[in-house]
Every structure is written in structure tokens, then in C-alpha cells.
């Protein structure tokens, strides 16, 4: 029985890195093709779609506080990466 409860959470801490990884791939691919504002939106849509998995696999707390660092860390990244290309510009 414990050996099963050991599989489970591994198997669950696994789905919610590959997840979160394909969210930020997925958000980074959005963000070349449409902007940053097109890309922030949907990452905020593939955090809430994280969410719902999430609460399917019942890991709610934990990925409620990963995807809102990995969402708010990456934004922040996004625009000030945007920001210093603008200064080396000009």
C-alpha cells in the first residue's frame, strides 16, 4: 500500500512539471508570434487551464503556487527582456 502512495506522488509531481513546462513553451511560442500582451493573455488562460488539471489530480494547492510564480516570474521576464532590446535600439 505504501509503495503505491510513493508512485502516486511521483507520478503526480511529474505531470505538474511537464505541465507547467508546456505552459511556458506554449506561452513563449505565443509570445513570438503575437507580443507580449497576446502572449500574457495566454498565459493567464494555460495557468487557469493548469488550475483545472490541478484540481482533477488533486494537487490544487501546489500548482496554484507554482503556476502564479511561473505566470507573474515570467511576464515580469517577458517585459523586461522587451524593455532592455527597446534600450539597446536606441
Known amino acids: 500500500m ?9 507520478t ?3 505531470s505538474i512539471r511537464i505541465a507547467v513546462g508546456v505552459a511556458i513553451w506554449i506561452a513563449g511560442i505565443a509570445r513570438g508570434l503575437l507580443g507580449i500582451w497576446s502572449a500574457a493573455l ?4 494555460l495557468l487557469r487551464l ?3 488539471l490541478a484540481r482533477c489530480i ?7 503556487w507554482l503556476t502564479g510564480v ?3 516570474a515570467g511576464i515580469h521576464i517577458w517585459i523586461a527582456h522587451d524593455a532592455l532590446l527597446q534600450k539597446n535600439m536606441l
Open 50 to 52: 493548469l488550475r483545472l
Open 70 to 72: 511561473v505566470g507573474i
Open 12 to 14: 503526480v509531481r511529474i
Open 2 to 10: 505504501a509503495i503505491r502512495v510513493v508512485t502516486i506522488r511521483i
Open 58 to 64: 488533486g494537487a490544487v494547492s501546489r500548482l496554484r
Open 42 to 45: 495566454w498565459t493567464v488562460l
